[in-house]
């Protein structure tokens, strides 16, 4: 069971503590792709494993990586090693990952690929990332707290149009034309993003949060029809379901819209990226973030001032202190592990 630094004197969560809004005996911290790449002990797992998708689905070898990086750093969750790209895979598409090229995937754009598609619930692919989060919990502590996680339908989406490619502009157009099949796609994504994300539950996720990394490619009605509405549809989902399970959104790049994102009913948390200072939401948002990934590159006394800056800006009982994105290939370990020894500090 892994117990790590003073958070290993703790019997809860102060990460579940700041959700719910439960006084924290410290500032919670964890770091999107915490477990990945910049870790030799990642890369020793993931040779083992043979390719990406097949330590995705390796139960043993996903839990192993998922705990990886809270035996190296006093964090006080992990986050479960998988893919935004599970869903897809799990309704049918091809799915691959080509080395140093990304995600390659099958297409939907016509009705009848989305009519061809199944649901989420059963398949292989959610059974063993189930397993995986059940394997997981039962080697984590209970002050170190579990994250579940999906993409959002907008950014899956946008992968299932453009075959898994970055260039979202088949998906725009998609969405400013409204296409049938298109909005049919988003409320079907709404749909299985549910019965996943509750099946992450049943099996020992003690919280979830919700990718929508382009979500700041829509504006206006398309930002309300694709990103927020979507959003929403999934938490009441997922509230109704499990009541009590805290949810985070990350909506990255939709600065000011924010405030709108947070105005969902039963959002306990927003991710804020890089760019939008978190002391510009209101006092009673609970906000995730905001160390720029960059700045792991440029050093400890970087990282250091920035952490200062950051803690310095919002306070500790309505913040979990995480980056802006993930954690970038080719990142020093040991300035991970300065910007944890930084946020203890600024917490006394």
């Not at 700041?18 to 990945?36: C, E, I, N």
């Not at 043979?50 to 689905?57: N, T």
């Not at 996903?62 to 809270?70: D, I, K, R, S």
């Not at 970087?302 to 995480?322: G, L, M, P, T």
Request: a neutral charge.
């Amino acid at each position: 069971m892994i117990e790590t630094g003073k958070g290993a004197e703790a019997t809860r969560s102060a990460l579940l503590d700041v959700l719910t809004r439960s006084p924290a005996k410290r500032r919670p911290m964890w770091f999107m792709r915490q477990a990945g790449r910049y870790l030799p002990e990642y890369r020793s797992v993931r040779e083992q494993a043979g390719s990406f998708l097949d330590l995705c689905y390796n139960p043993e070898l996903a839990a192993e990586v998922t705990v990886q990086p809270l035996r190296r750093y006093d964090l006080d969750a992990a986050i479960l090693f998988a893919d935004i790209l599970v869903v897809p895979h799990a309704m049918g598409l091809p799915l691959k990952f080509a080395e140093g090229e990304g995600p390659v995937l099958g297409t939907v754009r016509s009705m009848e690929d989305l009519d061809r598609l199944r649901p989420v619930v059963g398949t292989l692919e959610v059974t063993q990332v189930c397993r995986t989060v059940a394997l997981t919990r039962g080697r984590l502590s209970a002050h170190l707290a579990l994250i579940g996680f999906c993409g959002a339908p907008w950014t899956v989406a946008s992968y299932m149009v453009g075959g898994g490619s970055s260039d979202r502009v088949m998906a725009k157009v998609a969405a400013y034309q409204r296409q049938e099949w298109f909005c049919a796609l988003i409320d079907r994504l709404v749909k299985e993003s549910i019965d996943y994300l509750s099946a992450q539950a049943d099996a020992g996720a003690q919280a979830v949060q919700i990718f929508d990394s382009w979500a700041g490619d829509l504006v206006g009605t398309e930002l309300e029809d694709f990103v927020i509405k979507p959003l929403a549809a999934i938490v009441a989902g997922v509230k109704a379901r499990h009541p009590t399970l805290p949810v985070i959104v990350f909506a990255r790049g939709v600065g000011m819209a924010q405030r709108r994102v947070a105005a969902i009913a039963g959002v306990n948390a927003i991710g804020v990226e890089t760019e939008f200072a978190l002391a510009d939401l209101p006092e009673n948002i609970v906000v995730q973030g905001n160390l720029d990934p960059i700045a792991l590159l440029a050093g400890q006394d970087v990282v250091a001032a920035e952490v200062r800056r950051i803690c310095s800006s919002v306070d500790r009982q309505r913040h979990i202190f995480n980056l802006g994105h993930g954690i970038r290939l080719g990142t020093d370990p040991a300035v991970v592990g300065a910007v944890v020894e930084a946020v203890r500090r600024c917490d006394g």
